[in-house]
């Protein structure tokens, strides 16, 4: 069956609108209260939810929909999409709810529901939830529901964080980018317990300004202000928190598939990487692939996602997996990718070995690599669009064995997004523009 409601990263729209509306929120509720019913018999739910200025109503007609079906609802209130999954996991919930867009715009939010093992829900069982939700909002009545607040749980979520991190961050300036998202009131805090001198940029949430120019995808802002004060790093987290990005010392990009070779490297020279793998995706860079061939690590690549980069690193049995947009796995710590947690693991590695990220990652040749985002209307399958396939085609047969292509669609946007990727810059901007220019023809936009 085709799904209505859940993409790949929960229900995610403009909210105020279907599938964003109190009605479906309400309904995702109550079809989530009967399927905890099934698994306790004093169930509850936690929600959480980032800054944005739609999260309290979203989060009062969700806690009234659990009401409805007999559940108790703990709204955490602010926090951030991995302290949601963590307190799910090591608290008395049953299941767990973040409301958030993650990167997007403070109008887009968006429902993700955990189980209490602390992982997304599996697509089949959000199939089920969906068709229960789908009946339910047809006759859906949104009443007011209280949430009393549980500040405790943010400190349980950083307790762990500290727990993870055995070292001093001392004589080390630090400047953080939160996004003016869920990372506002926790990063700062956690960082300067360590001992780090912060400098925090984008920490004045105003339910409408969150990724506004700032955060993990403008990484312009950070750089500055590492540059301005000689700072030793730079980290710039998403809205939710679940990724981060970093800037050198010297303002050079350190993003996720840097991360990952940081990593591995110490990883394994602890004998800590197991089957010496990495697992990441179809986005990574060439580049990332021949450095860890280099260390004598294999790369292992999933599609899109960092729901399928966990779904491999549990089949496979590997400890560390991310994407190169930031998102990163630590399954030894975390159930999803958590922004916060991928900074401590960065500076681990910095303080143990002495080096800055610059020398941490000497030996990425990073490949040119473009991605350019083509807005659509309804999609239409890849192989019906022949004038698309001979533009990729031109491509693979221009660059070879020395570059990659990938035309996909994006799970969480009304977008195709295509990557080009080789060993010369001008004919890959060629390449990723002349296929970008033929799906927006193909696909009748203009």
Not at 356 to 372: A, H, I, K, R, W
Request: net charge negative; glycine share 10%; hydrophobic share 45%.
């Amino acid at each position: 069956m085709a799904r209505q409601l859940f993409g790949t990263d929960g229900i995610r729209g403009k909210a105020g609108e279907p599938p964003l509306d109190k009605p479906t929120a309400y309904a995702l509720g109550s079809a989530l209260g009967t399927w905890a019913k099934g698994q306790s018999s004093t169930p509850k739910v936690l929600l959480g939810m980032d800054t944005r200025e739609s999260g309290p109503w979203l989060a009062q007609a969700v806690a009234a929909g659990l009401v409805s079906a007999g559940v108790e609802p703990h709204f955490a209130g602010l926090l951030t999409t991995p302290g949601v999954a963590y307190n799910t996991k090591h608290g008395p919930y049953v299941a767990g709810v973040m409301i958030s867009a993650s990167h997007n715009p403070y109008e887009d939010n968006g429902l993700k529901v955990f189980d209490h093992s602390g992982f997304k829900l599996p697509d089949a069982q959000e199939l089920i939830l969906e068709e229960q939700i789908l009946q339910i909002r047809e006759n859906a009545v949104v009443a007011d529901c209280p949430l009393p607040l549980h500040p405790e749980l943010a400190d349980h979520y950083l307790d762990f964080l500290r727990s993870t991190f055995t070292h001093s961050l001392k004589g080390l300036r630090v400047v953080l980018d939160c996004a003016n998202g869920a990372a506002s009131h926790l990063a700062p805090r956690l960082f300067a317990q360590l001992g780090a001198e912060v400098i925090t940029i984008a920490n004045a949430p105003d339910g409408r300004n969150i990724n506004a120019g700032v955060g993990a995808l403008h990484t312009e802002h950070v750089r500055a202000a590492v540059l301005e004060h000689k700072a030793d790093i730079g980290i710039a987290f998403d809205g939710d928190a679940d990724r981060a990005m970093f800037k050198s010392a010297s303002g050079g990009r350190i993003d996720g598939d840097a991360v990952l070779l940081i990593c591995a490297r110490l990883f394994h020279a602890s004998g800590h990487l197991p089957g010496n793998l990495v697992v990441a995706t179809v986005m990574s860079n060439l580049g990332l692939e021949i450095a860890l061939r280099n260390e004598g690590i294999a790369l292992t690549r999933t599609n899109v996602g960092d729901k399928y980069v966990l779904e491999e690193m549990i089949r496979s049995g590997a400890n560390l997996g991310g994407e190169q947009s930031g998102h990163v796995i630590f399954p030894e710590f975390a159930t999803t990718g958590d922004g916060i947690l991928t900074a401590l693991r960065v500076l681990e590695a910095m303080v143990i070995s002495g080096k800055s990220l610059d020398e941490l990652t000497q030996g990425f040749d990073v490949f040119p690599q473009l991605l350019v985002n083509v807005r659509i209307g309804a999609r239409r399958p890849l192989e019906e669009l022949p004038a698309v396939q001979a533009a990729i085609a031109d491509c693979d047969q221009d660059f070879g064995s020395n570059g990659r292509v990938l035309v996909r669609f994006s799970g969480t946007e009304p977008l195709a997004r295509v990557m080009v990727e080789g060993n010369d810059a001008a004919r890959v901007e060629h390449h990723a523009n002349a296929i970008a220019a033929t799906l927006e023809q193909a696909m009748g936009l203009k």
